[in-house]
């Protein structure tokens, strides 16, 4: 029996390594195919039909360049960087609900690979830790462009913390709940957080747009002033796993957004279809197999935003960038909490 | 308790006064709120209370120091003046950094929870060290904020050590739950027991600068604006010495036998250390240092003797010792700024002729810290010294804390001499505002009435 | 649900184990197969092209630290939060206390989150959340014909181009 359960938990592990490393691969084509389509070209299509093979041709690319390591910088931290950049990477996308519970055999199985009552608090504290990768990376190249594009990753990812943090909070004060799951089963139907928290939901979409370093944000990494930013050293597979880092980052961040604010898997009248089975098993698979395809819908929805707002609006100055964080979003999210607290004692 | 959250509340409100253009209200401001403080800790007179859970407790005896340290405060504010005169822009951080530094050694002196007793350490220690780097432009105060706070941190790294072997030994951070296991297990629970003691004793030595922690000592006061050196050395030292006698009488009691040999050799070193030093030393400024040092081995000679007579003694002698040092400190700052910065004993040539006011103040204030009859220098030895003869045995220590005082009466006089027996090089009088000179003579006559009659204090605890 | 082997921050623990292996996986192979043939040239440290002068681990900016300690006050602020958040709405103590444990929370954080702004706003007027405006510096020059001119130039290729 444990041997099984422990068989289980690697399939669940593997799959959900694969769904994110597809996606995050497929994000870096669509993110060229969205950037021809605003710009008006092409964008890639000589590798397979469509250019479908681009993402494989660039992973070869990342494996077979010639890699450097500048003589000056600390070798160690240097390899550290990259590694714990795509760690983390990795970790966050734990906890994520795809799917309310399928039954097969009748045994119940949760589409989602970990559930911890504290899920929330984990890929909050998880993806804060990704701002170590940027900053040991670019402090290890010894180069000036890596440092000053480290230190503003570093200053930027804790400004946007902070209102992310409390925009957080205003949905737990709701869910009175740390747990994805729950958060995820109490939006049943058409009940989702959005309506509720519409001001936390814009607080907390421009922080992930900050924690994720893209563009209006992407000021660690711009290349008027900083030429590559923390990884201008960088090269090969290393390079590889800093920019695949930021892809499995957007996908996490849309997967959060779509499960917290847009109701995961939920869906409109999805008990009324549960209900028109006269098999209560079969219902619930089909309901559950349409919701996992509903939550995927809405995180490929978030996925394209990103894409859409990075070929849509300018990079901000970094006065500005932290004017915003410090002195628009935490103002507006302690607001927001405090409008949260009202609002539960007064209509609830 | 209504004094720490009055304290907090003020500190923050001072803050944002600071930001008027004007920052002649903050003075007045500070002295009215310290003064509402002062008050409002009276009430807590015969009314013990406990907060927290029992981790802080408002007792006589917090009550009693609390209010020492208050006027201390009080009394050493309005010589701040020169700030407000040159339109210091951190005026207003320099008056809440007090004020919540006061919170600090406020919960020092009333915690019953090894945690309180932390964190009210580093809440008086964190302001000081910013209040020793405050004059930014001036090397020696970058130096000694950096090395107070290198030092600090590290011994508060020492006594948070010896907390936490306490708590691995007993189980329990407060003073009653480790005095019952100590009490069961004859005073000496095991080895980690004793050797958190021993570090507990080290990192408050530290604080309080007893010899040999007393290192930084010299060259923080120097470096330190004077101001805030004298608040170092009265209200932080005073904390510092209540806090240890609380933390020994609550928790230590049944151990008495475990860290007597240690204590007693760091007060014999801490006396002859202070006065040894304080003699060879031509700064004045390096000499009050010293002389705190040696001060704080009287104040550990009463907890040495360790009897009922211990907390009046101590707060008596704090009294004094607060009293002379502001003076002191005051007439220095008041000297050194008016003679070019100039803080060695000659600066206070002929100051008995150009101003005899300050003259005396400071000859009265020397007088005190010396210990000579009729002022309350004199009561404050006195005490500490019947404290410790009631043990017989320790009659050998009260023979060198006399030999030590009168080592002190030289360096003392020092200056004494300088003020009034040398002709004075520059005989410009120095200016001292009208408030401040009321001060001084306040303080003057406060010192003499406690040497006619002590028992307005010595009786309280 | 059933009695699992691993608990769930075991799995987690699965999770990281399976992300290093992964990552050291990555690296190994592509140092497997990619050529390696340094050269002093191509280690030495990129600065546009040009030779770099002295070293990057420098002193750096101080507003960087500043608002590092200000984030360090604010995160513990939200760790207490978190906590507090999760038991705010609990439906049994609201009904417990007839509402009055629902205000009395919000209250007592309020005054809470409330010393904090204070924090936020002294550390506001203060400037320390300014950042520098960078001083873009126009570039000017003297030019005989007056702007006048343009603009009527341009109007009238305007007019050309409707037209």
Redesign the interface.
């Known amino acids: 029996m444990e041997s099984v359960e422990l068989i289980y938990k690697a399939v669940y592990i593997l799959v959900i390594f694969g769904i994110t490393l597809l996606i995050a691969t497929y994000s870096t084509y669509a993110e060229r195919k969205v950037a021809a389509f605003i710009q008006d070209r092409v964008g890639p299509n000589r590798a397979g039909p469509f250019g479908l093979m681009q993402p494989l041709a660039d992973a070869g690319k990342m494996f077979f360049k010639e890699e450097f390591i500048p003589a000056k910088s600390n070798r160690m931290l240097f390899i550290i960087g990259p590694g714990i950049a795509m760690i983390v990477a990795c970790m966050s996308s734990a906890v994520i609900p795809f799917g309310d519970m399928l039954i097969i055999g009748g045994r119940e199985i949760y589409l989602q690979a970990i559930e911890v009552n504290i899920g929330m608090l984990y890929i909050f504290g998880v993806v804060s830790l990704g701002v170590y990768g940027l900053m040991i990376g670019g402090w290890a190249s010894n180069n000036k462009f890596s440092l000053l594009g480290a230190i503003r990753a570093a200053s930027q990812n804790i400004s946007y913390e902070l209102a992310m943090g409390m925009s957080i909070i205003a949905i737990l004060m709701m869910t009175g709940s740390l747990s994805l799951r729950e958060i995820a089963e109490q939006q049943a139907g058409f009940n989702w957080n959005i309506w509720y928290q519409p001001l936390g939901f814009i607080i907390f979409l421009t922080c992930s747009f900050a924690e994720t370093n893209r563009t209006p944000f992407d000021l660690p990494e711009c290349e008027t002033e900083l030429i590559g930013g923390y990884h201008t050293e960088y090269s090969s597979m290393k390079l590889g796993l800093y920019l695949f880092a930021e892809y499995i980052n957007i996908f996490v961040a849309s997967a959060v957004m779509a499960t917290l604010y847009f109701g995961a898997y939920n869906f409109p009248f999805m008990e009324n279809l549960r209900e028109a089975f006269s098999d209560p098993v079969v219902g619930n698979n089909v309901v559950t197999l349409i919701g996992v395809a509903v939550m995927f819908a809405k995180i490929f929805f978030f996925i394209f935003f990103f894409m859409w707002v990075r070929w849509t609006l300018p990079r901000f100055r970094y006065d500005q960038l932290m004017k915003l964080g410090w002195q628009i979003l935490i103002p507006l999210a302690i607001l927001n909490i405090l409008l949260t607290g009202g609002g539960i004692l007064l209509f609830d | 308790m209504t004094s720490i959250i009055l304290l907090s509340i003020f500190g923050i409100i001072n803050l944002f006064v600071g930001f008027m253009k004007s920052k002649r209200i903050l003075l007045p401001l500070s002295l009215l709120f310290l003064a509402v403080v002062f008050g409002a800790n009276l009430f807590s007179w015969n009314e013990a209370q406990s907060y927290f859970n029992h981790m802080l407790t408002i007792d006589n005896y917090a009550v009693a120091f609390t209010g020492i340290m208050v006027l201390a405060t009080l009394l050493l504010l309005p010589f701040s003046q020169h700030y407000i005169e040159e339109a210091n822009e951190n005026l207003a951080e320099f008056y809440s950094l007090l004020l919540f530094s006061l919170v600090g050694a406020i919960m020092m002196v009333s915690y019953e929870n090894m945690l309180m007793l932390f964190i009210g350490i580093e809440i008086l220690s964190i302001a000081m060290y910013v209040l020793a780097g405050s004059d930014k432009r001036r090397l020696r105060s970058n130096e000694a904020a950096l090395k107070y706070f290198l030092m600090g941190a590290f011994f508060t790294g020492v006594l948070l050590f010896g907390i936490v072997l306490i708590y691995g030994a007993t189980g329990s951070f407060y003073l009653t739950d480790i005095a019952a296991t100590a009490a069961v297990n004859d005073g000496t629970v095991n080895a980690m027991f004793t050797l958190g003691l021993l570090l507990l004793v080290i990192g408050i030595s530290f604080k309080i600068s007893a010899a040999p922690f007393h290192f930084w000592a010299p060259d923080v006061y120097e470096g330190t604006p004077t101001l805030f050196t004298s608040y170092m050395s009265t209200v932080v030292k005073i904390a510092g010495v209540a806090a240890f006698y609380k933390l020994m009488a609550a928790a230590f009691a049944a151990s008495y036998a475990a860290w007597f040999p240690t204590l007693i050799a760091i007060t014999v070193l801490t006396l002859v250390v202070g006065n040894i030093g304080a003699v060879v030393q031509t700064n004045f400024k390096r000499m009050l240092a010293y002389s705190s040092v040696s001060h704080a081995g009287y104040l550990l000679m009463a907890l040495v003797a360790f009897n009922e007579r211990s907390d009046a003694s101590i707060l008596f002698y704090s009294l004094s010792y607060a009293l002379a040092t502001i003076v002191a400190f005051a007439v220095l700052q008041y000297v050194s700024e008016q003679r070019n910065g100039d803080e060695t004993y000659a600066a206070f040539n002929g100051l008995g002729k150009t101003n005899p006011l300050l003259a005396f103040a400071m000859t009265v204030a020397m007088c005190s810290l010396s210990g000579i009859p009729l002022t309350a220098g004199f009561f404050g030895k006195l005490f500490v010294f019947t404290a410790v003869v009631q043990d017989a045995r320790l009659m050998w220590l009260v023979v060198v804390a006399v030999l030590m005082a009168a080592v002190g009466i030289y360096y003392y006089f020092k200056v004494v001499i300088a003020m009034y027996m040398q002709p004075a090089a520059d005989a410009a009088k120095i200016r001292i505002g009208s408030f401040a000179s009321f001060m001084l003579i306040f303080i003057t006559v406060f010192t003499i009435l406690l040497g006619i009659a002590p028992a307005l204090v010595s009786d309280l605890l | 649900?059933a009695e699992?082997?691993?608990s769930?921050?075991g799995?987690?623990l699965?999770?990281?184990i399976?992300?290093?292996i992964?990552?050291?996986l990555?690296?190994f192979?592509?140092?497997l197969?990619?050529?390696?043939?340094?050269n002093?040239e191509?280690?030495?440290?990129?600065?546009?092209g040009e030779e770099?002068i002295g070293?990057?681990?420098v002193q750096?900016n101080p507003r960087?630290y500043v608002?590092?300690l200000?984030?360090i006050i604010?995160?513990v602020e939200?760790a207490f939060?978190?906590p507090w958040?999760?038991?705010?709405?609990?439906r049994e103590l609201i009904e417990a206390t007839n509402?009055a444990w629902?205000?009395f929370s919000?209250i007592e954080?309020?005054i809470f989150?409330g010393?904090l702004?204070?924090g936020?706003?002294?550390a506001?007027?203060k400037g320390h959340?300014?950042?520098?405006?960078?001083k873009p510096i126009l570039p000017q020059s003297r030019s005989g014909i007056p702007p006048d001119v343009y603009r009527q130039f341009n109007a009238r290729q305007e007019a050309k181009r409707e037209a």
């Open positions: 649900m699992t082997y691993t769930d921050f799995t987690i699965l999770f990281l399976g992300s290093v992964f990552v050291m990555g690296l192979t592509a140092k197969i990619r050529p390696h043939r340094p002093p191509k280690l030495t440290t990129y600065e546009s770099p070293n990057a681990w750096f960087f608002v590092a200000i984030f604010f995160d939200l939060l978190f958040a999760t038991v705010f709405g609990r509402g629902g205000w919000l954080m309020f989150i010393i702004i204070l936020l706003a002294y506001w007027a959340l300014d950042w520098i405006k960078p």
